[in-house]
């Protein structure tokens, strides 16, 4: 293990946790654009030029308010509970391939921080970790309106990870490897599972918006029931911890769903541009085509949320038991019986 | 190295099993059992087992600790409303406590330290080669302990369904 490997990698997390902080920084601020253009108004236009600078605002904001830990909160874990909902959510993005390799001189550069050989596995041991935080939080503020949004929490988060799980073992059928670089590799130019997978992609999602608290599955802080959920008692740079987390995981996730099902950095002609630009730019278009498509399904999580309405509790726990796992297994065994006959023919 | 970082790490899985036992609150009882799951996921992979570290990751830390976290919350114990323990029962406690320790001790004592088994192939643990054995050689048992755990969920399921018999 030589010094510049350590130093490469060390830059390479350094770059990839700078730009999730960034995006999920302008993800508020895209959020509110978002909304605004769906319901007609302007939305944020008074700090800078279109309000471009309102994430600072609002971070400046949570930092100067005052911090309050409720009375009988228990006061340790109170503090554990937005760190954890942070952590779990930068984690995940290590396993991501984000672009081809790049070649300078003689040196071979992976844009991705580790390819262990049960990456999707790491995925969705990092995304069952996530809802600790708010569980922890929610718990910890001794108030009943957070344990109950605690309670939401961990049941659907629960109830949601078999779908998940089960549409993401018809992908492995297809694709017969768990590691993402692999999984990318195979989807060279515009071969995407998204075409052979199509109904696992559509229960991944719908998956994806209910372990990311993401309307219309954000029950957990379902202000007309339970003010603001877990975070009720929570303020200042805690409460926007709790915040962020919600927007790095939709980053993280959007990113997964494009590796796992639109071929992350691949586009149809990318052969054409790698041979024209040369092996540093050629990989780094790559990376921006892979951050256009997580852009479009960030995009398209703001178009969800602020046009359909929150579901009803047992109506989320029926569409996720009865709609989603039966529709899974099936799509399993139909996947299983094509790939079968077409190894036999 | 990879002896001193075992012994880090076993340290702290004996620490935190104590702190479950220790700990007064039931919830922080379970933070600290998933904590302590956490070191045997840092054990799996010291063993060179990722799949299995993962597994144990996502399935004891991710879902069944979820659910022990999600009854606890629900049932909300804490000191007030905690039934008073009798005196007796203590003692019996105590007591059954020597004798667990008694017994563990005396069958330590008796076991002879064995030789370190040496795998045939040591990448046993990644997920190609698990695979290529679970549904190889030992194909039946695998299946039958899934039967197994199909007719318990079946049987589970059936439990809670008391008033339609």
Same mark, same amino acid.
């Given at each position: 293990m030589d010094i510049a490997f350590v130093i490469e990698k060390f830059v390479l997390v350094a770059i990839i946790f700078g730009i999730s902080l960034l995006i999920a920084m302008y993800s508020t601020y895209a959020e509110r654009k978002v909304a605004a253009f769906l319901q007609d108004r302007l939305g944020?236009?008074?700090?800078g030029p279109f309000g471009i600078l309102q994430p600072l605002a609002d971070g400046v904001k949570m930092f100067m308010k005052e911090e309050i830990i409720p009375s009988n909160a228990s006061k340790w874990l109170f503090m554990v509970g937005p760190g954890l909902a942070m952590l779990t959510a930068c984690i =995940?993005?290590?396993?991501?391939?984000?672009g081809s390799d790049i070649t300078i001189g003689d040196r071979v550069i992976p844009l991705q921080v580790t390819d262990i050989n049960v990456g999707i596995l790491y995925i969705f041991g990092v995304v069952s970790l996530g809802v600790y935080g708010v569980m922890i939080g929610g718990w910890a503020s001794n108030n009943k309106y957070s344990l109950l949004s605690a309670i939401r929490a961990a049941s659907q988060n629960i109830s949601y990870e078999i779908a998940m799980g089960l549409s993401i073992i018809a992908l492995l059928l297809v694709? =017969?490897?768990?590691s993402l670089k692999e999984i990318v590799e195979q989807?060279?130019?515009?071969?995407?599972n998204v075409l052979y997978q199509p109904l696992g992609f559509l229960l991944f999602m719908i998956c994806s918006f209910a372990e990311t608290n993401r309307?219309?599955?954000d029950l957990p802080e379902c202000e007309t029931e339970l003010?603001?959920?877990?975070?009720?008692e929570y303020s200042s740079m805690k409460l926007g911890f709790y915040l962020f987390a919600e927007y790095i995981n939709m980053f993280v996730s959007s990113a997964v769903m494009a590796t796992l099902?639109?071929? =992350?950095y691949n586009y149809p002609g990318m052969d054409w541009v790698l041979l024209h630009t040369g092996p540093i730019i050629g990989p780094l278009i790559g990376t921006l085509v892979f951050f256009i498509k997580i852009f479009a399904f960030i995009f398209f999580f703001m178009w969800v949320r602020w046009t359909i309405p929150r579901f009803r509790y047992d109506q989320l726990m029926h569409l996720g038991w009865k709609g989603l796992i039966p529709l899974a297994i099936a799509n399993i065994i139909i996947t299983g019986i094509v790939i079968a006959i077409i190894e036999k023919f | 190295m990879g002896t001193s970082v075992f012994y880090f790490v076993a340290t702290l899985s004996v620490f935190f099993s104590l702190m479950v036992i220790f700990s007064k609150n039931p919830v922080h009882s379970v933070l600290y059992l998933i904590v302590t799951f956490f070191t045997f996921t840092v054990h799996y992979i010291l063993l060179n087992a990722q799949f299995l570290a993962v597994v144990n990751f996502i399935?004891?830390?991710?879902a069944i600790m979820v659910l022990f976290l999600f009854v606890l919350m629900l049932l $909300?114990? $804490?000191?007030?409303n905690e039934p008073l323990k009798s005196g007796a029962v203590k003692v019996v406690g105590v007591i059954a406590g020597c004798c667990l320790v008694v017994t563990l001790i005396g069958s330590l004592k008796a076991t002879a330290v064995s030789d370190p088994v040496i795998l045939r192939?040591? $990448?046993?643990?990644l997920l190609k080669n698990l695979g290529k054995e679970l549904f190889g050689q030992f194909m039946l048992p695998f299946e039958l302990s899934s039967i197994l755990l199909l007719s318990a969920m079946v049987g589970a399921v059936l439990l809670t369904k008391k008033e339609k018999v």
């Open positions: 944020p236009d008074r700090a =995940g993005t290590a396993v991501i391939p984000w694709t =017969g490897t768990m989807q060279h130019g515009w071969h995407w309307a219309p599955f003010i603001g959920g877990y975070h009720t099902y639109f071929g =992350g | 399935v004891y830390m991710g $909300n114990l $804490n000191k007030d192939n040591p $990448n046993l643990g």
